[in-house]
C-alpha cells in the first residue's frame, strides 16, 4: 500500500518549505548573512551590496535542502534518489547497477528503495570528483545493505566535486519502510542501486526518477 510519511526528522521549516535534516550547518550561516545584509542595506554600501547576492544564495540554499512530502508509490523497488538515470551496468555477481546522477536542484534526500532492515552502513572516504565522471568510483561515499523481501539490496550514495558530506539518517540495526527518508546527500551527488539477479530493470538511461515515486524493476 502507498504510504505518505509524515514523521521522518528534519531541522525546521522556514515559509512553509521543509528542510532537510543536515542542511544547518551549511543554511544557517548563508541564511543569517542575507538577513543582517539587508538590515544595514539602507545605512552601509557595503552591506548593500552584500545583501543582493547574499539573499540569492539564501534562496539558492532553502531551495537545495527542500525536503517535500511524497505519497509513496507501489512497487517491488523503488528510486531512492532524484534524478537522471545515468547509467544501467550488469554486474559480475549477477546484480544489475542502476546509477541515478543527482544534480544541485534536485532534492538531495534520499530514500528506502525497499521496506527491511539496515544491515550495515559504511562510510568510505574518498576523493571528490564530478559525480558524472567515472572516477568518482573513488569517491566518498556511504554503503548501505539493506535486508529485505528480496534479500540483501546495496545502495550507494557518492559525493560529488562539492558534496563533501554525507549524513546518514539512521544507523545499522534499524527497520525502515520503503520511501523512508534514510539520509541526505549535500550539493551534486549520485545513488546507485545494485538489483538482485534475475530482477528485470524498468527505468532506461535518461530517464528522470524521483524518489519513493518512480519504480526501478519491472514485475
Do not use: C
Not at 549520485?190 to 519491472?218: C, F, M, N
Amino acid at each position: 500500500m502507498p504510504h505518505s510519511q509524515t514523521s521522518a526528522p528534519r531541522d525546521s521549516q522556514v515559509g512553509g518549505v521543509r528542510l532537510a535534516r543536515g542542511a544547518s550547518p551549511w543554511l544557517l550561516p548563508t541564511v543569517a548573512t542575507a538577513a543582517v545584509s539587508l538590515l544595514r542595506a539602507r545605512r552601509s554600501g557595503v552591506a548593500k551590496a552584500v545583501a543582493v547576492p547574499a539573499t540569492a544564495l539564501a534562496a539558492g540554499m532553502l531551495w537545495f535542502f527542500r525536503d517535500p512530502e511524497r505519497e509513496i508509490a507501489p512497487g517491488r523497488v523503488i528510486s531512492p534518489a532524484d534524478g537522471v538515470v545515468q547509467s544501467i551496468m550488469p554486474w559480475k555477481d549477477g546484480r544489475t547497477r542502476v546509477a541515478i546522477f543527482m544534480s544541485p536542484l534536485n532534492v538531495h534526500v534520499n530514500r528506502a528503495p525497499l521496506s527491511g532492515t539496515v544491515t550495515s552502513v559504511e562510510h568510505i572516504p574518498g576523493g571528490f570528483v564530478p559525480a558524472f565522471n567515472k572516477e568518482s568510483e573513488n569517491n566518498e561515499r556511504v554503503v548501505w545493505h539493506f535486508d529485505t523481501e528480496l534479500g540483501d539490496i546495496e545502495m550507494v550514495q557518492i559525493a560529488g566535486a562539492v558534496a563533501r558530506r554525507i549524513v546518514p539518517y539512521i544507523p545499522q540495526g534499524t527497520k525502515v519502510e520503503q520511501g523512508d527518508r534514510i539520509g541526505l546527500i549535500r550539493f551534486g551527488s549520485r545513488v546507485d542501486i545494485y538489483l538482485p539477479e534475475g530482477v528485470e530493470v524498468a527505468v532506461e538511461v535518461g530517464q528522470k526518477t524521483v524518489a519513493g515515486v518512480t519504480r526501478i524493476d519491472r514485475d
